[in-house]
């Protein structure tokens, strides 16, 4: 496997696994969920469109794995259970393992197959942002549990 693509995956799997222990230091299922006064997306919100992103991104795109995005439900369901989310994360981490070991090493300087920032990009510009928005939202979720646990 290019050395690209295998520290690329060691990253995503890394703070995935972040993102299950973070979603287990949660004091309460509720608490998950819990909108505090100047949050809009709770960790469960996050969680589920962390793992819809990469799903789709990489598991779907690249991997042609027949996952299909519901990008609005990401933000809008509500009250899921650890549990749940928990599996999901793991469900990311097959598409994601599955996925770039097989990815070619000329497909990382290839333009990236759908158009997502209205200008062409390469594979490999691409997964870094991906790599980027996935540590941005994980900080995300590492504050609101802490928020959530004091109140």
């Known amino acids: 496997m290019n050395q690209a693509i295998q520290s690329l995956q060691t990253i995503y799997l890394r703070d995935l696994t972040r993102l299950a222990e973070e979603l287990r230091q949660y004091p309460t299922e509720e608490s998950v969920w819990r909108v505090q006064e100047g949050i809009i997306n709770p960790g469960g919100n996050l969680c589920l469109h962390l793992c819809g992103n990469l ?13 299909i995005r519901n990008r609005d439900e990401e933000f809008s369901s509500k009250n899921i259970a650890r549990q749940s989310l928990l599996d999901e994360i793991d469900l990311t981490k097959q598409a994601i393992s599955k996925t770039l070991p097989a990815l070619p090493q000329e497909k990382l300087n290839q333009n990236y197959p759908i158009d997502v920032f209205g200008k062409p990009m390469t594979t490999l510009f691409f997964l870094l942002h991906l790599s980027a928005h996935l540590g941005y939202h994980l900080g995300q979720v590492n504050y609101h549990r802490r928020l959530v646990a004091k109140n």
């Open 55 to 67: 799903r789709h991104f990489i598991g779907a795109v690249l991997g042609n794995d027949g996952y």
